[in-house]
């Protein structure tokens, strides 16, 4: 188990040093990041320079290994529109975007799991079929449509929801949270949801053709043949063994939950990573482009490493295959 | 004569689709007494597992119980409540299915799927639920019960697994127990062992069994009598050892003869000629006139009972000595 674990973590440091790699290149390929700091005028070597002070002058290899160095102390450099470091701009804009996916995922589980299941029990009711008519819209209409949408409705047309921002946070250490106010709350909802939908109908889809895979299974029949509750089947049985890919699904979701928060971020002028992200590119401001791309990874890398172990937590069948790789 | 553990009488099973009803099941009878093993042969799709799917009421839609009537120890069980039908279910009848490597839940240990299934039907604490456990697990024959109670099925071989699905199938003591093809997945050598586990728990807590399978070695080795289905008819029932050595139906025959023996001859086994007639297509009369070498005019139009001919009844018209056949016999 141990080694294992340790396997895939080595494999994970592998993958970050590739995605490094090309964050490392974007400053490379989008043209002289002198010319982006200082200004046409410069005199020339006044420009060498700074080129000498940034440390552009050494060779490449050198300066990879200095901006990776850099990089495993999240140290991104610093951003040429705010003229601040880069870290303190992604550590000021994290927390708002952290607990914005963990509302969407929490919603799109707690959802996505019950509809699916019921779905999957009781397949021919209307509540059955209304809920595979909103997991349609929720997979066929486009994220920025449906915020666009809960807008109009919620705080245009009815005042009850703010369109736009997180309300009042409270600060926590360096952690601010919109969890502890009223506005905060209410400035969550729509984003929630917005971003959490697509989510929730794809993990209802799945829940439910995996539920209605694993009730036609032998030990399922068994259960029923032993004279279990209908309860005991259905919940204890057969969900335990339907949750097993949705773990893979949700877990991989949470970390493009994040990546793509951007759509719903700008949509909500939500003050998030996404949304610096969305910013930079509209100034070229590479660090943050290359710390957001190493975060982004950093993130997927870290949930897939969780997910393969929380799969042998779940499946004692994976216990015994990591213990002898066959 | 006291009360059979199971009677059926004139079972009927039937499945909607969207074409029409097909009759998986037309008008099977048969007693099983305590302690008595009734084997059920026929081919594959001759209703062997649906009777017995039938009896433990696990016929799911589109299938249905379309008539007759199923006793358990002569109470009538074939149309209770869903709710009522699930005590029966575990308590007073366990099943064994075909396939241990699946029958088990792989993500539980096996203890805990025996100690829940304990708590369902019998009114023990979780440690008495344990204690049992262990002693059925030793009774089945899992050495070191105490320590293998906590392993996961994916850790037993595939006789052990079967092994502990008949711990399952027996853990509240049932009247009956209903094994479908409880063999047909293992190999030979561990065939052996499971049959005479069946065998000995049969003869020691006095349940009776019904034994599906389709190895007629397995039926002579264990059963005390035995039914041959075909087309979701019996086409004979006896005694084991009458009906192997002197089968009277012409498929009965068929079957027997079809079954290889170690002394030595290089004959060719002989063979049915046709297959079974799917549901949709069964002949008016005997379903078995088409295969039948024996077959006359009768055979085509009228569907033989199963009378009683000696020790067996046999559904063939062959063997038909009611009085209207008789007038014909004398001017012949």
Request: aromatic share 8%; with cysteine; proline share 6%.
């Amino acid at each position: 188990m141990l080694a294992f674990t340790l396997r895939r973590a080595i494999q994970a440091i592998g993958v970050m040093i590739a995605v490094g790699v090309i964050a490392f290149s974007m400053f490379r390929f989008a043209g002289d990041p002198v010319n982006q700091i200082v200004s046409l005028d410069t005199p020339a070597a006044e420009r060498e320079a700074v080129r000498k002070s940034l440390g552009l002058d050494d060779p490449v290899p050198v300066q990879f290994a200095r901006y990776f160095a850099n990089a495993a102390q999240f140290k991104f450099g610093v951003s040429y529109q705010f003229r601040q470091p880069v870290s303190n701009l992604l550590m000021e804009r994290m927390p708002a975007t952290l607990e914005l996916a963990a509302c969407a995922t929490v919603l799109a589980m707690v959802f996505g799991i019950l509809m699916g299941v019921y779905s999957a029990l009781r397949r021919d009711t209307i509540l059955t079929k209304f809920f595979q008519a909103v997991s349609l819209i929720g997979i066929s209409l486009p994220t920025f449509l449906i915020g666009i949408l809960l807008i109009y409705l919620f705080s245009v047309t009815l005042g009850w929801l703010p369109s736009f921002g997180r309300g009042e946070v409270v600060r926590i250490g360096w952690w601010t949270t919109g969890l502890l106010t009223l506005s905060g709350l209410k400035a969550l909802i729509m984003p929630s949801i917005t971003l959490g939908l697509f989510q929730m109908t794809l993990i209802m889809r799945l829940v439910r053709a995996e539920m209605l895979e694993v009730l036609r299974t032998d030990y399922i029949r068994f259960a029923r043949a032993r004279g279990l509750t209908t309860r005991a089947i259905h919940f204890g049985h057969a969900l335990k063994n339907t949750l097993v890919p949705v773990i893979t699904v949700a877990g991989l979701q949470f970390g493009s939950v994040i990546a793509f928060a951007i759509i719903t971020e700008t949509v909500f002028q939500w003050p998030g990573m996404g949304l610096l992200f969305v910013q930079a590119v509209q100034n070229v401001d590479i660090p943050i482009m290359a710390a957001y791309l190493l975060m982004v990874s950093l993130i997927f890398v870290t949930i897939n490493l969780v997910v393969d172990i929380l799969y042998t937590v779940v499946d004692p069948r994976l216990r015994s295959t990591i213990r002898r790789p066959a | 004569m006291t009360v059979p553990v199971l009677s059926v009488r004139n079972l009927e099973v039937e499945f909607l689709t969207r074409r029409s009803t097909l009759r998986a099941i037309n008008g099977v009878s048969f007693d099983i007494a305590k302690g008595e093993v009734l084997g059920v042969v026929g081919e594959s799709g001759a209703g062997k597992s649906v009777t017995g799917l039938a009896v433990i009421g696990l016929i799911d839609p589109p299938g249905r119980i379309s008539g007759g009537e199923i006793y358990l120890s002569g109470t009538r069980i074939d149309h209770l409540p869903p709710e009522e039908i699930r005590r029966i279910r575990g308590k007073r009848i366990g099943m064994i299915f075909q396939d241990p490597l699946t029958s088990l839940n792989p993500l539980y240990r096996i203890g805990d799927q025996i100690v829940e299934t304990i708590r369902t039907h019998l009114n023990l604490s979780e440690t008495a639920a344990r204690k049992r456990a262990i002693d059925l697990l030793a009774e089945v024959g899992i050495p070191a019960p105490d320590k293998r109670i906590d392993a996961y099925p994916h850790e037993f071989s595939g006789g052990m697994r079967q092994r502990v699905v008949i711990a399952l199938a027996i853990c509240a003591e049932p009247e009956l127990i209903i094994a479908d093809e409880p063999t047909t997945a293992l190999d030979v050598s561990v065939q052996a062992q499971i049959i005479s586990l069946i065998k000995r728990l049969g003869r020691d807590h006095g349940t009776a069994v019904m034994l599906v399978t389709h190895d007629m070695g397995v039926i002579a080795e264990t059963s005390d009598r035995v039914a041959v289905m075909y087309s979701g008819r019996i086409a004979e029932i006896g005694p084991v050892q009458d009906v192997v050595q002197n089968p009277l139906h012409p498929y009965a025959k068929g079957l027997m003869g079809a079954i290889p023996t170690l002394a030595g001859e290089d004959k060719r086994l002989v063979q049915i000629p046709g297959s079974m007639p799917r549901l949709s297509a069964i002949p008016p009369g005997c379903p078995f006139n088409p295969r039948c070498a024996f077959v006359f005019d009768r055979c085509r139009v009228d569907r033989p009972e199963p009378l009683k001919h000696g020790s067996h009844a046999v559904a063939c018209h062959l063997f038909d000595t009611a009085p209207h056949e008789a007038p014909k016999e004398t001017a012949a």
